[in-house]
Antibody
Framework: QITLKESGPTLVKPTQTLTLTCTFS??????????VGWIRQPPGKALEWLAL???????RYSPSLKSRLTITKDTSKNQVVLTMTNMDPVDTATYYC????????????WGQGTLVTVSS | QSALTQPASVSGSPGQSITISCTGT?????????VSWYQQHPGKAPKLMIY???NRPSGVSNRFSGSKSGNTASLTISGLQAEDEADYYC???????????FGGGTKLTVL
């Protein structure tokens, strides 16, 4: 059974750096074809893809946020970490991590999400 | 502005069928069979309903079906039930530098 869970601060101040951790079980990020991504959703708005890391450490970023994002993985801990620098109130959103496999490219398993509020 | 265009809202009565469209370009929806659909109830995480245009994951009702024509994908829900009331999002792989795009979401109301 595949599960993912996001963790991190619920409140950050403008200009600070956000660090979110996705801890997963039921699969390994060392298995060929596997990836974990981050997707966010501002309150009342649509989903927005942010970043993705594959089993082979290939990393992809949303071009509009690429300069602010870093995604890494710790295979031994079954974790993926997303950092976003220079946070702004417009970054207030629920942040989800999700599983993807290159054989059937779709976000097939999602974490419960974590709401991050950016405010001074 | 989302990369894929969906109607903001659709509605239908119990038992009826509805279709939600998702329009992209030849770089995403039209260029790949990697369109997926997600159902999201208020306060919940999205749930995969359709992948690779028309495939249903195990456990998803066969009342949900997907199709694609050109740059437009569609999700059809037949035999509407009250529990289908939710937001629905489409997504596609894209050859642009974005990699993955989502639609703006469609709110389904079951009357």
């Amino acid at each position: 059974q595949i599960t993912l869970k996001e963790s991190g601060p619920t409140l950050v101040k403008p200009t600070q750096t956000l660090t979110l951790t996705c801890t997963f079980s039921g699969f390994s990020l060392s298995t060929s074809g596997v990836g974990v991504g981050w997707i966010r959703q501002p309150p009342g708005k649509a989903l927005e893809w942010l970043a993705l890391i594959y089993w082979d450490d290939d990393k992809r970023y949303s071009p509009s946020l690429k300069s602010r994002l870093t995604i890494t993985k710790d295979t031994s801990k079954n974790q993926v970490v997303l950092t976003m620098t220079n946070m702004d109130p417009v970054d207030t959103a629920t942040y989800y991590c999700a599983h993807i496999h290159t054989v059937t490219p779709s976000w097939d398993y999602w974490g419960q999400g974590t709401l991050v509020t950016v405010s001074s | 502005q989302s990369a894929l265009t969906q109607p903001a809202s659709v509605s239908g009565s119990p038992g009826q069928s509805i279709t939600i469209s998702c329009t992209g370009t030849s770089s995403d929806v039209g260029g790949y069979n990697y369109v997926s659909w997600y159902q999201q109830h208020p306060g919940k995480a999205p749930k995969l309903m359709i992948y690779e245009v028309s495939n249903r994951p195990s456990g998803v009702s066969n009342r949900f079906s997907g199709s694609k024509s050109g740059n437009t994908a569609s999700l059809t829900i037949s035999g509407l039930q009250a529990e289908d009331e939710a937001d629905y999002y489409c997504s596609s792989y894209t050859s642009s530098s974005i990699n993955w795009v989502f639609g703006g979401g469609t709110k389904l109301t079951v009357l």
